[in-house]
C-alpha cells in the first residue's frame, strides 16, 4: 500500500493539465472532521464539510473545524460543496465555511439540506441550495455528479461519482448494506455494480467499521429489544441518541406507543432536527405519542419518555446535565436510561463516567454492551470487500476512520485482487494526483485542527491546550515582587499565591528568601541592563526548582514583577 503516514512532507508540485487532484482536508485518521475537495483545471469541488467533537485533552473547545487555509483564497473556485448526508460530522463545518463565502452552491438530499438549512439559519445565513436525488446526474463547472442511494442510521444518505476527464471518482459517503433497512431504502449496489463497468478510477470508502468481522445487523434487530426494556421498566426511561438518528427515534415512538407511553423530545437540536423531519415525512409519530417536556411532570414516571442528545458523554448535552443533576429532568431509582448509539473512538472514558453517574443515583442503565440497542450504521468488513468486488476500481483511498481503520480498509481492498500500489493511505493534507487511470501521493499541505471556543474560530492554538491541561492538571501558582525603578531594589513581596495546589500558601515561605537572592544577584549582574521580564524569569526559575523538587509537581507559574 502507498502509505504516507512514515513520508516526508513535500511541497506539491503545480497540478498538470489532464490530472485530477484529490486533497482529504479532514476525516483521515479521526472519525470526524469530514472533507475532501476535488480539483480540476483550476476548480474545486468539496465533499462534505463536517466538524469533530472535543476530547478531554481538549478542554474548553467546542468544536473542531477542517483547516480550511488552502481553499481560502480560492472560494471563487469551488463550484459546488455536496453533502453526503445530514450528520454533524458531514455538515457541521458548513456554516464556517459559508462565512467566508456565503453563496457557494450547497447540494444533497432533501432531508441533508433540510438539517443545514436549520442550522444556517442560527448562523444568519441563507444559503443557495440544490436538492438532488438518487439517479440524478448534476454538472459543478467541470466535475458531473450522479448520485447513488446507500443506507446508513440516516434517511436520504447519498454516495457520489464524480466524473471527470481526466477520471472518476466514485465517494461512498457513510453508508452499509442493511438489507431489511427501516425506510426500505437500500444501499444500489445496481448502480455500483453499473459504476464499476463504466469505470471507477479512485474509489473513496467508509472505514470506520473495517476492523469489525462480517456484515453489520439490521436495523430492525433493535425494536424487539426496545420493546423489551421498555415493557419492564416502572419508571420513566430515558434514551440518549444523536439528534439527527431519525431511524432510532423513530424505533423509540413506536416502542412507546406500544407501552401508551408518551415521548418528549429534550435539547434544541433533537427538537429541532425531529420536528424536521416529521414535517418532511421522514419520521412517523404515533397519534398521542408526543408531549411537551414542559409538561411531563405532569404525567406518571411510568407513562414517560425522554428522548435526548449525550450519548457521547458531552458535559453539556442533555444526559450529562441529567447525570450531574444539573438538569429540570431527573433519574433515580426504578428508572432506565437507554444509550442508544456507538462509542465514537475517544469519548469511552467521558461516556462511562456518565454511566457510573447515572448508576449511583439508582437508575438502570442499558447500552451496547449489555442488549442490541444500538447497531452501526456503517459497512463491517464484508460488506466492504463486496463492494470491492462488485465496483473493481483501480485504486482505493480508505476514508473515514482513524488510522488502524484506514489500514485495515485497505488490506480488504487488496484481499479483493487491487494492487498494493493501487491502495493509497493518506492521511489530512495529503495531495493525491489522479492520472492515466493511477492515483499517486504527490505531496502535502499544512493541514491542522482549528478549534471553535466560543465565538472564537481558529484562535485557540496547541499552546493554549497545553496551559489548559496544565491549569486542570497542576495547578497555579503566581508570584508578585515590587522593585525600585531606578536600583532595582526590592520594596515588596515577594508574595505567592497557589490555586489548584494541594498544598498551603504557608509551603512557599521557606522559598521567598532564595527569590530575594537570586533577585539581588541578578540586579548585581546587570546593574545596567535590568528589566522586569529578566526579573519575572528569574523567579520562575526559583520557584519552579523548588516545586519541582520538593513537591513533585509542575504547575502554571506566573511571575510579576511591578517597577516603582
Avoid: W
Amino acid at each position: 500500500m502507498t502509505s504516507v503516514f512514515t513520508q516526508h512532507r513535500n511541497q506539491p508540485p503545480k497540478l498538470k493539465n489532464g490530472t485530477l487532484r484529490v486533497i482529504p482536508l479532514g476525516g483521515l485518521g479521526d472519525v470526524g472532521r469530514n472533507m475532501s475537495v476535488l480539483e480540476y483545471e483550476g476548480k474545486l469541488l468539496v465533499v462534505d464539510c463536517g466538524v469533530l467533537f472535543p476530547e478531554e485533552t481538549q478542554p474548553g473547545v467546542d468544536l473542531i473545524l477542517p483547516d480550511f487555509d488552502y481553499i481560502r483564497d480560492r472560494l471563487d473556485d469551488i463550484s459546488a460543496i455536496v453533502l453526503t448526508h445530514g450528520h454533524e460530522d458531514h455538515i457541521g463545518a458548513v456554516p464556517y465555511l459559508l462565512r467566508l463565502k456565503p453563496d457557494i452552491p450547497l447540494v444533497g438530499s432533501q432531508l441533508t439540506l433540510a438539517f443545514i438549512e436549520a442550522k444556517l439559519k442560527e448562523h444568519r445565513i441563507t444559503p443557495y441550495t440544490l436538492a438532488v436525488a438518487e439517479g440524478a446526474v448534476e454538472q459543478f463547472g467541470p466535475f458531473e455528479c450522479e448520485f447513488v442511494a446507500v443506507n446508513h442510521s440516516i434517511p436520504d444518505a447519498l454516495a457520489v461519482y464524480v466524473s471527470t476527464p481526466a477520471g472518476s471518482v466514485l465517494h461512498t459517503g457513510d453508508f452499509k448494506m442493511d438489507q431489511l433497512p427501516l425506510d426500505g431504502r437500500i444501499t444500489d449496489l445496481r448502480a455500483f455494480a453499473r459504476l464499476g463497468e463504466k469505470g471507477v478510477d479512485m474509489f473513496m470508502v467508509d472505514s470506520t467499521n473495517a476492523e469489525v468481522p462480517g456484515f453489520t445487523a439490521s436495523e430492525r434487530e433493535i425494536g424487539p429489544v426496545l420493546d423489551s426494556v421498555f415493557a419492564r421498566a416502572t419508571g420513566k426511561i430515558v434514551v440518549a441518541s444523536f439528534s439527527s438518528h431519525v431511524h432510532r427515534v423513530q424505533q423509540v415512538l413506536d416502542a412507546a406507543s406500544k407501552q401508551r407511553r408518551r415521548v418528549a423530545f429534550v435539547g434544541r437540536s433533537m427538537i429541532r432536527n425531529m420536528k424536521i423531519a416529521q414535517e418532511m415525512g421522514y419520521l412517523h409519530v404515533p397519534k398521542d405519542t408526543l408531549i411537551d417536556v414542559k409538561k411531563v411532570d405532569s404525567l406518571p414516571d411510568d407513562k414517560v419518555v425522554l428522548m435526548c442528545t449525550g450519548s457521547q458523554g458531552e458535559p453539556m448535552a442533555a444526559l450529562g446535565r441529567i447525570a450531574n443533576r444539573e438538569h429540570q429532568i431527573s433519574v433515580g431509582e426504578g428508572d432506565v436510561v437507554v444509550l442508544a448509539s456507538s462509542l465514537i473512538p475517544g469519548n469511552e472514558n467521558a461516556v462511562f463516567r456518565i454511566v457510573n453517574e447515572l448508576m449511583a443515583l439508582g437508575a438502570e442503565v442499558v447500552h451496547q454492551g449489555s442488549a442490541r440497542v444500538h447497531v452501526s450504521g456503517h459497512a463491517s468488513a464484508g460488506e466492504l470487500l463486496y463492494c470491492y468486488n462488485i465496483v473493481r476500481p483501480k485504486n482505493v483511498m480508505p476514508v473515514h476512520g482513524e488510522v488502524r481503520h484506514l489500514v485495515a480498509n485497505g488490506k480488504i481492498a487488496q484481499s479483493s485482487g487491487v494492487p498494493e500500489d493501487h491502495v493509497v493511505l493518506a492521511r489530512d493534507g495529503s495531495v493525491i494526483d489522479l492520472k492515466d487511470g493511477h492515483a499517486k501521493v504527490v505531496g502535502e499541505i499544512p493541514n491542522g485542527y482549528v478549534y471553535v471556543d466560543g465565538s472564537s474560530v481558529g484562535e485557540v492554538s496547541e499552546a493554549d491546550l497545553k496551559d489548559r491541561r496544565i491549569l486542570s492538571d497542576e495547578g497555579f501558582i503566581s508570584v508578585f515582587a515590587v522593585v525600585n525603578s531606578a536600583t532595582g531594589a526590592l520594596i515588596a513581596g515577594p508574595e505567592i499565591h497557589a490555586r489548584g495546589v494541594a498544598e498551603d500558601d504557608a509551603v512557599f515561605q521557606r522559598i521567598k528568601p532564595e527569590i530575594v537572592k537570586a533577585l539581588e544577584k541578578a540586579v548585581a549582574d546587570h546593574p545596567t541592563k535590568r528589566d522586569a521580564h529578566q526579573l519575572q524569569q528569574v523567579m520562575r526559575r526559583v520557584v519552579g526548582r523548588y516545586v519541582s523538587q520538593r513537591l513533585r509537581r509542575r504547575p502554571m507559574i506566573i511571575p510579576v514583577v511591578v517597577e516603582a
